[in-house]
């Protein structure tokens, strides 16, 4: 099945290459780009996409106040991604509070642009690894000072549920490269396993641990001591 995108930024030569990067695979189709959040609303509207990349920073209307209006008036809205220069976790976090299901910086890769269409467009949720990085820093941090005990301990239930010792060694091998930020590929090239083993493992990983995304699983092994912090 198709997966038809909307791309939102102010610099048209920045759009074209992203376009030209999601039209290499096969599944996705470009839809239609607008430079703003106001045209973001429209287009959105018009095209019905399955996910919309949107810049933070534009003209008129800002990609986080497009984001909350595109949820606002479309509840059932389709994925949308932020396009970030900033790695900041408080630009992050006010993000994914007002409703994006992924945040990318421009410094991108071809690779980390196509997984994260892909993982959103399946129901996850994705973050650029350097912003994941940044914010299992901030994490730990946290849990140094002790708020983390401040926390609904509901999460923490589900924790006992899965334990570590269900995962596979490998699995294990593939979670700690997950909490060192590594993307798909360089997991692969790391563990000598190709990319689509990696994507079976990170899928039996989430199952295990009866979590939604793989930030969450990070989020998980680092409170619970399953992973190195390095």
Known sequence: MAINIVIIDDHQLFREG????LEFEEEFTVV???NDGTEAVQLVETYQPDVVLMDINMPDMNGIEATRQLIEKFPETKVIIILSIHDDEN?????????????????????TLIEAVK???????????????NLLNEFRRLVAHGEEKKQNTQFHQTEVRRPLHLLTRRECEVLQLLAD???NRAIGEALYISEKTVKNHVSNILQKMNV????????????NGWVEVR
């Open 18 to 21: 992203m376009k030209r990067i």
């Open 32 to 34: 239609a780009e607008g």
């Open 91 to 111: 630009y992050v976090t006010h993000a994914l509070k007002t409703g994006a299901m992924g945040y990318l910086l421009k410094e991108m890769d071809s690779e």
């Open 119 to 133: 993982v959103v467009s399946e129901g996850g949720s994705y973050l650029h690894p350097k912003v994941t990085r």
């Open 181 to 183: 930020g590594k993307s």
């Open 212 to 223: 939604n995304d793989r930030t969450q699983a990070v989020v998980m092994a680092i409170k």
